[in-house]
């Protein structure tokens, strides 16, 4: 069953309109778009997802509120072009969770998952031809090392690296997980290859760039008045929306909802453990 991470506190700091306009830029499997939803009346969500599988199940998912709801197959950078086309005015708020979906993670065949053997694809938007077979096979050694380390922030990047280059061809992510937890033993409760994973992930979707062209459409898409709320899980991306949102605070565009991050309380991790990593940031734009 799919769970929402911080729904309250995301539909808190959202402050919901009834009749508003408000963008779910990450859609997933549609538990913050339908609850949106639900509390609209005359308004409306645009549910954005670059993943085509992922958006299907989130509108079988929140069949009950469709008429409310407009889904639409969009990257971060080609929001602003879904709005335009969709011919609907500025936005009352926007909400990004910017967590893998649970069937990205539990579908082998999608190629994110660790425990679940499959191919190593980790495309998001499955129409476009880069995947992390490519860059595992055919990456040099240093351009491998540099992006693990800068991605994943794995220390041991370079002995990864250079074992990745020596055991090619590589096509599946069982293979690339039993070689790093080979290379370097597991040493706690986490697989020594999510780092690595999470690195090529980042690398196949462009997820750092993406993020920067979703912080820089702010001001163009969310009126005077609306609220942006993010969900983060990584480090790297927290930093990214901090400091965006401090900069638009201090330009004075933007109004700092939350002085320090939020974290989800103690009885969601106990009862949905994937909510332990996320932060919550918000702003309202002036």
């Not at 096979?137 to 690296?161: D, V």
């Amino acid at each position: 069953m799919h769970v929402p991470v911080m729904l309250r506190e995301s539909l808190e700091f959202l402050d919901v309109r009834p009749d508003g306009v408000y963008l779910d830029a990450t859609t997933g499997l549609g538990g913050h778009a339908a609850a949106i939803a639900q509390r609209l009346t005359t308004g409306l969500v645009l549910a954005c997802d670059r993943d085509a599988e992922s958006l299907e199940l989130a509108r079988r998912a929140a069949s009950e509120c469709a008429s409310k709801i407009r889904f639409r197959q969009a990257s971060f950078s080609r929001l602003g072009e879904a709005w335009v086309e969709e011919g609907i005015p500025q936005l009352d708020g926007m909400l990004a969770d910017l967590g893998v979906s649970k069937y990205q993670l539990t579908e082998g065949e999608r190629g994110f998952s660790l425990m679940a053997n499959g191919p190593l694809d980790m495309r998001m938007d499955r129409s476009q031809s880069l995947t992390a077979a490519e860059i595992v096979n055919f990456e040099s050694e240093p351009q491998l090392a540099g992006l693990i380390y800068k991605f994943g922030e794995e220390r041991r990047s370079r002995k990864i690296a250079r074992a990745i280059v020596r055991a090619r061809p590589l096509q599946t992510t069982g293979q690339l997980a039993k070689l790093i937890e080979r290379v370097v033993p597991r040493t706690g409760k986490i697989h020594p290859a999510t780092q690595t994973f999470m690195a090529l992930r980042i690398a196949v979707n462009h997820e750092l760039e993406e993020l920067d062209a979703l912080l820089g459409s702010i001001p163009a898409l969310v009126k005077p008045g609306g609220r942006v709320v993010t969900l983060t899980f990584m480090s790297l991306e927290d930093r990214k929306v901090k400091q965006s949102f401090q900069a638009m605070a201090k330009s004075g565009r933007a109004r700092l909802l939350t002085r320090h991050v939020v974290r989800p309380a103690g009885d969601e991790v106990r009862d949905n453990p994937p909510s332990r990593s996320a932060k919550l940031r918000a702003v309202e734009i002036v």
